[in-house]
C-alpha cells in the first residue's frame, strides 16, 4: 500500500496549487485521509482531514484559504490552496488510515510528500 502524493511546485504568493494524493495496494478501506506539513525547523502540523463521510477538520489559520476533499471511488485526497503565503512554504506530506483486509487492522500510511514553494 502507497501514497503519492502530486501537485507541489513553485508558485508567486496569492496563487493557487491543488495537491492530489492517491492510495494504491492492496486496500480493502480507507479511513480518514488528510494532508500536513513541514517547513524547515518545525515540527509538522496538521493541515486538514476528511472523513470517509466528507466531515472535514482545518487547523483554523488555513481554514479560510485551504480546501480537502476526496474522492473515494479514485481513492485520492485533494488540498486546494488559494491565496497562498510565503509562509505556506513547507512539505506537504499525505496521510491515511488504511485497512487491507477484512480481518486487518487499521494502520496508519504516509506519502514521501511534496514541496510547495511560495515565492514573494
Known amino acids: 500500500v502507497q501514497l503519492v502524493e502530486s501537485g507541489g511546485g513553485l508558485v508567486q504568493a496569492g496563487g493557487s496549487l491543488r495537491l492530489s494524493c492517491a492510495a494504491s495496494?492492496?486496500?480493502?478501506?480507507?479511513?480518514?485521509m488528510g494532508w500536513y506539513r513541514q517547513a524547515p525547523g518545525n515540527q509538522r502540523q496538521l493541515v486538514a482531514t476528511?472523513?470517509?463521510?466528507?466531515?472535514?477538520n482545518y487547523a483554523d489559520s488555513l481554514k479560510a484559504r485551504f480546501t480537502i476533499s476526496r474522492d473515494n471511488a479514485k481513492k485520492t485526497v485533494y488540498l486546494q490552496m488559494n491565496s497562498l503565503k510565503p509562509e505556506d512554504t513547507a512539505v506537504y506530506s499525505c496521510?491515511?488510515?488504511?485497512?487491507?483486509?477484512?480481518?486487518?487492522?487499521?494502520?496508519?500510511?504516509w506519502g514521501q510528500g511534496t514541496q510547495v514553494t511560495v515565492s514573494s
Open positions: 496521510n491515511a488510515n488504511i485497512r487491507t483486509g477484512l480481518l486487518s487492522g487499521w494502520s496508519d500510511i
Open positions: 495496494g492492496s486496500i480493502f478501506g480507507i479511513g480518514t
Open positions: 476528511v472523513s470517509s463521510s466528507g466531515s472535514t
